[in-house]
C-alpha cells in the first residue's frame, strides 16, 4: 500500500481498532483501504489509503498532531519502503529480529523493576547468553540466544 494517496499515521493506542481509523478519516474523502500494523514495540501505525490523492494531503494536514484518546498522532503522506525512513548508522549484528534466539515479552512488572531484575541464567543448547532490555517501567524483554 504505497502512493501519493496513503498516509502515515503513527503513535497509535495499543487497542486501536480499524473502525475508530475509518471514523477518523472518512470526513476527508473515500477510503480505499486500511492497513493497521501491530509491531513487537509499541506504538502501534497505520497506512491509510484514500481513493484521491487530494484527499490524503488534506487529511495529513488535518490531523497531524491531532489528539486521539490522549495520545499525538504523526500522520503524514506515506513514503516508499519504511515509514520512518532509512535506517541509520551501521547495520545491527545478531540478537535483533530473529534468526537464533527466542524473545520473551514480560508485561505488567511493578514500577520499582530495574534491568538489574532481569538478569537470567539462560541456556539454549550449549550456549549460556541472555540479553534483556527494560523499554518501560512495566515491560521487559529477554532475547535468549542459541
Same mark, same amino acid.
Given at each position: 500500500?504505497?502512493?501519493?494517496?496513503?498516509?502515515?499515521?503513527?503513535?497509535?493506542?495499543?487497542?486501536?481498532?480499524?473502525?475508530?481509523?475509518?471514523?477518523?478519516?472518512?470526513?476527508?474523502?473515500?477510503? @480505499?483501504?486500511?492497513?493497521?500494523?501491530? !509491531? &513487537? =514495540?509499541? /506504538? +502501534?501505525?497505520?497506512?491509510?489509503?484514500?481513493?484521491?490523492?487530494?484527499?490524503?494531503?488534506?487529511?495529513?494536514?488535518?490531523?497531524?498532531?491531532?489528539?486521539?484518546?490522549?495520545?499525538?498522532?504523526?500522520?503524514?503522506?506515506? @513514503?516508499?519502503?519504511?515509514?520512518?525512513? !532509512? &535506517? =541509520?548508522? /551501521? +547495520?545491527?549484528?545478531?540478537?535483533?529480529?530473529?534468526?537464533?534466539?527466542?524473545?520473551?515479552?514480560?508485561?505488567?512488572?511493578?514500577?520499582?523493576?530495574?534491568?538489574?531484575?532481569?538478569?537470567?541464567?539462560?541456556?539454549?543448547?550449549?550456549?549460556?547468553?541472555?540479553?534483556?532490555?527494560?523499554?518501560?517501567?512495566?515491560?521487559?524483554?529477554?532475547?535468549?540466544?542459541?
Amino acid at each position: 500500500m504505497r502512493g501519493p494517496a496513503v498516509v502515515y499515521v503513527g503513535n497509535l493506542p495499543n487497542d486501536i481498532k480499524e473502525k475508530e481509523i475509518q471514523d477518523l478519516f472518512e470526513k476527508f474523502g473515500s477510503i @480505499r483501504a486500511i492497513d493497521i500494523k501491530i !509491531p &513487537p =514495540r509499541p /506504538p +502501534p501505525f497505520a497506512f491509510v489509503e484514500f481513493s484521491d490523492p487530494r484527499d490524503a494531503e488534506e487529511a495529513a494536514q488535518a490531523r497531524d498532531g491531532y489528539d486521539f484518546y490522549g495520545t499525538t498522532l504523526r500522520v503524514e503522506l506515506a @513514503r516508499g519502503g519504511n515509514p520512518r525512513g !532509512p &535506517p =541509520r548508522g /551501521p +547495520p545491527r549484528r545478531g540478537g535483533g529480529g530473529g534468526g537464533s534466539g527466542y524473545r520473551v515479552l514480560i508485561r505488567g512488572l511493578p514500577p520499582s523493576a530495574s534491568w538489574q531484575d532481569l538478569k537470567v541464567r539462560c541456556e539454549v543448547g550449549s550456549s549460556k547468553s541472555c540479553r534483556h532490555s527494560l523499554s518501560r517501567a512495566d515491560v521487559a524483554t529477554l532475547l535468549m540466544l542459541a
